[in-house]
């Protein structure tokens, strides 16, 4: 039988963040509080000649400045040698904050000021003066892309022949290019480091995960997991760069060991763009073969991609080309360009939303050129298995995802021919594309409490960055054991609760759901087991059952029920606690698991001037069971509203004089605001995957966003004939 869901009228923890009493880890206060000010270097490459520190340490308040030369101690971070080849306990990093005299890129930190106040801490920051070798920087991805290599991390891929697509009877070769975007969440980064003693911290951080941030300090100072307390209820956005636990951070835990007493670091929006990662900037080939009549015969992806000098990161950029489409010859190459600016980290869609635009725009670049509608050109190279990997989906309705995007917006209505729709001044497009992410299903623990009272109390280790985890979390204990919703909490953001994974990779729901799913099914048999002693449902089974409101009936027996406040009570039972891990199970491994979208985009562009408007957007989602629809419908909007960014204004901009960003702040780093985005209707197929966990749901945060850059881009081409394959599409391209 198919579960149905509660869908509670609004987020369990709603009431909280609208009326302020949500608190985020900058809210958190400790007696004797002290703020930590990073100092950036005002060059991208070279070495410290010279610093002088004398005016700020003197200021009013200040309790220390440090730099590389009075670094305190972390003892898991190797002493660093004269060619800075030390080490951090986490990512492969060869880059240490303050650990010595070279700088590697613009804005790296090359002091802490430390004070009474955040304001004096500021002043003594801007105190601070050094002077510098400065060496010419490398900052041009796209004027040092000859240089890009090969990488171990991300080998060629092959299947058939490569570059078949060079023979094909109809075929396309265009370049697409990304640019840098920013995470740039309300929230800035930071955290509050809190010592006891020499030998215990407490920790409020801004974090997606706070069992890997206790990790990464347990072992940066040699501490047992006891002695590492982290805190991070409520995340204002993280969209990645919570995912890592960054060398600045793990500085200020230093310094207030040091100065025994805590210290709180919130950094500034300007050293957001250089110190929490970013989406790096990617040049994309690709290549597109076909048959007359639309069968693809080869697909060539080619891409280059950019690291700090310091540290390999790559990211699944040609992930989705090698199984989307069905063809016989696919290949990939992915090159990566070592560069002067600090480590890129994953970003909503990490990889996948970059290649989703190339692979997507050349798609539609395709189907015109055979003159086939878009949509059919991809129907016509559905694949009903994994290509990649030769075996089956666990479970894929894509076909039905595109039947119900294309009827609410209308696409077959639509006047096909290019350039053909207007409305008043305005030109009318339509655009279409796929988006597609790894469903997965990690390890997680979570605790399940009965109490006396017949509430529900749910504690689990794991991050909420904004997608509503508490709510779908409540959702499904309510599903399998009938409390109310009102009397469900779930408890997270506290490194103490039964560990779980970190909220990134779409994973949250199918990993720590399952895990409430089991602790909860953990209850529910202990609840039966005490049912089975009253005469009235002696020898009645599980599933003869009925859990609801907080009630117990006979399914066949409406009228015989119980009160599980009455059951536990008249059975002297206090409490019942259950922790349960879940963990993925074999039978998965035989099949892929993906979860999908498709986006429909219409977009009214005024030749004149320019002007890109998204007038209106249908987005389907196939990701299994729906346990949340409402908070689930949000990530949607989200992840379109991020797709409107990346489409149409956000641009990370170089001085590749200097090696240093400059529209590092909000007001020139342009975010979608509400008069750019319209309503947004989503549709979800809403049909539970039957391996991938019990609950039969699958991850969607990724894929709200991946794709969808491409189908404004082609709905802009489809408007005006203009195929802008440069993002983001600005009116300058236009014209």
Not at 256 to 262: Q, S, Y
Request: proline share 6%; aromatic share 8%; net charge neutral.
């Amino acid at each position: 039988m198919e579960k149905k869901f509660a869908d509670p009228t609004s987020r369990v923890d709603g009431k909280l963040k609208v009326t302020g009493g949500a608190k985020y880890f900058a809210e958190f206060d400790a007696p004797k509080m002290s703020y930590c000010v990073l100092v950036p270097s005002t060059i991208a490459r070279g070495k410290i000649t010279s610093i002088d520190t004398r005016a700020a340490a003197n200021a009013p308040g200040v309790l220390a400045v440090y730099t590389h030369q009075n670094m305190p101690a972390v003892p898991g971070w190797d002493a660093p040698p004269a060619n800075n080849n030390a080490t951090l306990p986490m990512g492969g990093q060869r880059y240490r904050i303050l650990g010595s005299d070279q700088v590697l890129f613009g804005g790296q930190p090359i002091a802490m000021a430390i004070a009474d106040t955040l304001e004096r801490a500021q002043h003594a920051a801007s105190l601070v003066k050094a002077s510098y070798n400065a060496e010419t920087s490398h900052t041009d991805l796209e004027k040092e892309k000859d240089k890009a290599a090969v990488t171990p991390r991300s080998p060629d891929y092959k299947r058939g022949d490569a570059d078949t697509y060079k023979t094909a009877p109809v075929n396309i070769e265009s370049t697409y290019t990304m640019p840098l975007e920013m995470h740039n969440p309300m929230e800035l980064h930071g955290i509050l480091a809190i010592w006891d003693g020499d030998d215990k911290v407490t920790v409020y951080a801004k974090t997606q995960g706070v069992k890997s941030t206790q990790r990464a300090i347990m072992g940066a100072f040699k501490l047992p997991e006891k002695n590492v307390q982290v805190f991070s209820e409520f995340v204002g956005g993280g969209f990645g760069m919570g995912l890592r636990t960054w060398p600045q951070e793990i500085a200020v835990v230093a310094a207030a060991k040091a100065l025994n007493r805590p210290v709180k670091l919130v950094q500034s929006r300007d050293q957001m763009f250089t110190t929490v990662g970013y989406r790096p900037q990617t040049i994309q080939k690709i290549g597109l073969g076909a048959t007359p009549d639309g069968k693809l015969t080869g697909i060539t992806h080619e891409v280059i991609s950019q690291t700090s000098s310091y540290e390999d990161f790559t990211e699944g950029v040609v992930s989705m080309t090698k199984f989307m489409y069905e063809s016989p010859n696919v290949n990939t190459r992915y090159r990566l360009l070592p560069l002067d600016i600090s480590s890129p980290i994953w970003m909503r869609g990490p990889g996948e939303a970059t290649g989703a635009f190339a692979l997507e725009s050349a798609m539609d670049e395709l189907a015109y050129k055979l003159k086939m509608d878009p949509l059919d050109f991809r129907i016509k190279n559905y694949t009903e298995t994994d290509p990649e990997r030769k075996r089956p989906y666990s479970s894929k309705f894509v076909k039905e995802a595109y039947q119900l995007g294309a009827e609410k917006i209308g696409w077959y209505k639509r006047n096909a021919a290019v350039g053909s729709m207007k409305e008043g001044e305005w030109l009318v497009g339509y655009g279409m594309s796929t988006g597609v992410f790894s469903a997965s299903r990690g390890v997680a623990n979570c605790r399940a409490v009965i109490t006396p009272d017949g509430n529900l109390l749910l504690q689990s280790a794991t991050s909420d960055i904004g997608p509503g985890t508490g709510t779908a979390m409540t959702n499904i204990a309510h599903e399998v054991l009938g409390v109310p919703v009102s009397k469900i909490k779930f408890e997270l953001g506290d490194s103490s609760f039964p560990t779980a994974g970190s909220q990134g990779g779409s994973t949250t729901t199918s990993t720590v759901g399952s895990a409430v799913f089991e602790a909860c099914t953990a209850v529910k048999t202990a609840l039966v087991e005490a049912l089975a002693k009253r005469s009235s449902f002696e020898n009645v089974k599980a599933d003869a059952l009925v859990f609801e409101d907080g009630y117990i009936y006979k399914k066949d027996d409406r009228d015989t029920k119980v009160l599980i406040v009455d059951l536990l009570k008249q059975n002297n039972i206090p409490s019942i606690d259950m922790t349960r891990e879940s963990r993925g199970n074999a039978e998965a491994s035989k099949y892929s698991m993906y979860s999908w979208s498709i986006h429909f985009a219409q977009v009214k562009v005024h030749p004149k001037t320019g002007v890109v408007r998204v007038s209106r957007v249908v987005t389907v989602a196939d990701s299994g069971k729906i346990v949340s629809p409402k908070t689930a419908a949000s990530q949607m909007i989200g992840g379109v509203t991020g797709g409107i960014g990346m489409a149409l204004t956000e641009e990370a901009v170089i001085d590749h004089r200097y090696g240093r960003f400059v529209n590092n702040n909000l007001a020139d780093y342009h975010v979608p605001v509400s008069a750019d985005v319209p309503h947004i209707e989503t549709i979800f197929v809403d049909k539970p995957d039957p391996i991938i966990n019990p609950m039969g749901a699958k991850g969607m945060g990724e894929i709200a966003l991946i794709g969808f850059a491409a189908a404004v881009a082609n709905a802009v081409y489809h408007a005006t004939g203009k195929r802008v394959r440069d993002l983001p599409i600005t009116p300058d391209k236009i014209i």
